[in-house]
């Protein structure tokens, strides 16, 4: 099997999950198994371009280590080579853990965050610009320094808020309202971590309390995306949960709006957010298998020996033992079983 | 008259003395004759006179039978036995009763020398049986079976079956059920033959068939598009860089469960994984069977041997031919290693306190 040739331009834009990322390291090239659920998964996309972003809301579940950032990082690529223009945010928990600066914005009574949103717009640029170059303003808004009118550019309008990082959180919510109205293009965007977005961020408001997801700007717009409040004419809303960091785990509201079996048990006397309920209403879950079919372990098995990284013999017997080791799970087959063989 | 007889019978006898009391004629007609005794039987067995008889007649009917089955052998040419036959015959095992239980059979107490003898019988009987079994002659064999029972303990079977391991048990659905342990945990372990996996055979060209997974560059702008149709083998055909996608192959899967739960959840150590698989991998039975083991008690290492001994106790069951590459591998063996306990004196088992010269 020949491997196509092509640059990782939009990988290195956005960045990666930092699960796939450790695995990328050690890769010589980025590559990644195509499942059943990967066609699934762009079958999907398919048919959601032509349709609002409201009709396509869906989050990947699954157990830990059966590859949904993957998958979601597919959909991704896939978007992208189709000519969608493509939001993708890798890591979802870097919007709340109070990693970047944040301000209080009286106009919106949210929080923002400029230096975030200001390298979200770079990136977006960086990977969409061909497509978006030619797109006009519909709306107006207002911005300081100044008022954005129809029919201008929209680039000129994301440069407004590259160039000033005070006005990158307004910049980029007007950017999604505008690529709301359009439809020249289908939208995908996609977000890792996406209970990120129902949790309590670690920002701390005047009173020392815990500043609520949605009361940042970004986390809120993007919520307001996913719950179909805010469409896309033509487009999709992808999320996948990641369970590789307790302190951001799913709350109750959205594993009972995804009907997922909550890690602790509850009754119906538990206090339920109304908010996020609102905010998680209509999210399809999208489950990812737990297992890799044989198939795929071989081809995975594979790849990290043609990249000389294994100290194994390269044969059935080996591949079936690290198999049944790893249970047919992706993240224990490569990094216990495959990667452990190695001596670091 | 009888003591005339007497009388004429001893002078017939040329006897010289008299061997009755003498009795003046005048007085015979008034002597009074003894009542002649009833005639007492004779016994059944010359035996009668030795004091023991059923003992005596039984170690004679031995010797008997002995002599027989001997000639009995040698006409079918079982003996003499060449050595090389004689040390390939099987064991002998004899659980004869006590002295006391063949005294009670006997009814007559039992001296040592006397039961020692009547043991060498049946042991050389038995030699003679087993001897007929081997060789096939079932009849002879079943003939002396039945003289020898006689004098076997009743728990023989119990006897003969110490040491030895209870057979494996299946259940209606083919399912072995073994246990195993290690340091202070338990494990209970069921396996059964995994399903063979369905599907067709490996054409790979086919678009609507079971996945066949292909390896795409993920960021490749030269990718084309993928097709409709929602299978692997269709976006590899379409793919530019694939000549052939790799065949499919079907391989059923070993699933382990522990506690119910998978064994990559169970155990996060790779060690532990490893020491469960090990029984599979040394028998070459990867796939071929799905185990669920319940595990209480102990850590981590003690679970995961415990689970490894049932595992193999259960693919020796299951398949006859891997016990001995299971045994020399030692994984049939409890291991016996135990925490040692605390000795008075010392901070632990072996552990001394710091030796102080004053």
């Known amino acids: ?344 | 008259m009888n003591i005339a007889r007497h009388v004429a019978k001893s002078a017939f006898r040329f006897r010289t003395y008299a061997t009755t009391a003498y009795v003046p004629p005048a007085s015979l007609a008034t002597l009074q004759r003894a009542r002649v005794p009833p005639p007492k039987p004779k016994p059944e067995s010359p035996t009668f006179y030795t004091g023991r008889a059923t003992y005596y007649d039984q170690l004679l009917a031995l010797e008997s039978a002995a002599k027989h089955t001997r000639s009995a052998l040698q006409e079918l040419e079982l003996l003499p036995l060449p050595r090389f036959a004689q040390e390939n015959l099987p064991p002998l095992y004899g659980v004869w009763k006590n002295k006391l239980d063949l005294g009670e059979l006997m009814s007559a107490k039992l001296t040592t020398s006397r039961y020692r003898r009547f043991i060498a019988q049946l042991n050389q009987l038995n030699e003679y049986r087993r001897l007929a079994e081997v060789a096939g002659h079932v009849e002879l064999a079943e003939r002396i079976q039945r003289v020898l029972g006689m004098f076997e303990r009743d728990n023989k079977d119990a006897i003969l079956a110490r040491g030895k391991r209870k057979p494996v048990k299946f259940d209606e659905y083919g399912r072995s059920y073994t246990i195993g342990r290690r340091k202070e945990s338990t494990a209970r372990c069921w396996v059964i033959a995994a399903q063979p996996a369905e599907g067709e055979s490996a054409s790979s060209a086919t678009p609507s068939e079971a996945t066949e997974e292909v390896t795409t560059e993920v960021t490749a702008s030269q990718t084309p598009d993928v097709p409709e149709s929602s299978s692997p083998p269709a976006i590899a055909a379409s793919i530019e860089g694939f000549e052939s996608p790799a065949p499919s192959v079907k391989v059923s899967t070993t699933n382990i469960l522990i506690n119910n739960i998978p064994l990559s959840e169970y155990f996060p150590h790779v060690s532990d994984r490893e020491r469960v698989v090990r029984p599979f991998r040394i028998a070459g039975l990867l796939g071929a069977y799905n185990v669920f083991a319940i595990v209480r008690g102990g850590g981590s290492t003690g679970q995961s041997g415990a689970v490894t001994l049932a595992i193999a106790k259960a693919l020796a069951a299951h398949a006859p031919d891997v016990e001995p590459l299971l045994r020399k591998a030692k994984l049939l063996k409890r291991d016996p290693r135990m925490v040692e306990r605390k000795k008075t004196g010392r901070a632990k088992a072996r552990k001394a306190y710091t030796w102080v010269k004053r």
């Open chain 1, 1 to 344: 099997m020949a491997f196509p040739q092509g640059d990782s331009k939009a990988l290195k834009a956005y960045g990666l999950p930092t699960n796939v990322l450790v695995d990328y390291l050690l890769l010589s090239r980025p590559c990644s198994v195509v499942r059943e659920v990967t066609v699934q998964a762009l079958d999907q996309l398919d048919k959601a371009a032509g349709s609002s972003s409201a009709q396509t809301r869906a989050v990947f579940t699954g157990k830990p280590g059966c590859g949904k950032s993957y998958v979601l990082l597919q959909a991704v690529q896939y978007a992208i080579q189709k000519d969608w223009v493509t939001l993708y945010i890798p890591r979802g928990i870097a919007l709340v853990n109070s990693s970047t600066p944040y301000v209080y914005d009286p106009r919106t009574q949210t929080y923002g965050q400029p230096a975030f949103a200001q390298q979200l717009l770079k990136r977006f640029v960086d990977v969409n610009e061909r497509l978006i170059k030619d797109l006009k303003v519909q709306g107006s808004y207002p911005l300081k320094e100044t008022a954005i009118n129809s029919s201008s550019p929209l680039l000129d309008m994301i440069n407004i808020g590259i160039e000033s990082q005070e006005s990158a959180p307004t910049v980029l919510s007007a950017l999604l309202t505008e690529l709301s109205k359009q439809t020249k293009f289908p939208v995908l965007l996609a977000i890792d971590d996406f209970q990120a977005l129902y949790s309590l961020s670690t920002y701390r408001d005047p009173y020392f309390k815990m500043v609520k997801a949605y009361h940042l700007t970004l986390p809120r717009t993007l919520l307001e995306f996913a719950s179909g409040k805010q469409s896309f004419a033509r487009g999709a809303v992808l999320g996948a949960l990641s369970s590789q960091n307790t302190t951001f785990r799913p709350p109750l509201e959205l594993t009972e709006a995804l009907g997922l079996l909550p890690d602790v048990p509850s009754n119906p006397y538990v206090r339920r957010e109304p908010e996020l309920i609102e905010y998680a209403k209509g999210l399809r879950n999208f489950p990812v298998p737990e297992q890799l079919t044989v198939d795929e372990a071989a081809s995975i098995f594979d790849i990290w020996h043609s990249v000389k990284a294994l100290h194994v013999a390269r044969g059935d017997e080996v591949f079936l033992t690290k198999y049944t080791e790893a249970g047919g799970n992706a993240r224990e087959f490569v990094r216990k079983s495959l990667l452990q063989t190695v001596a670091m």
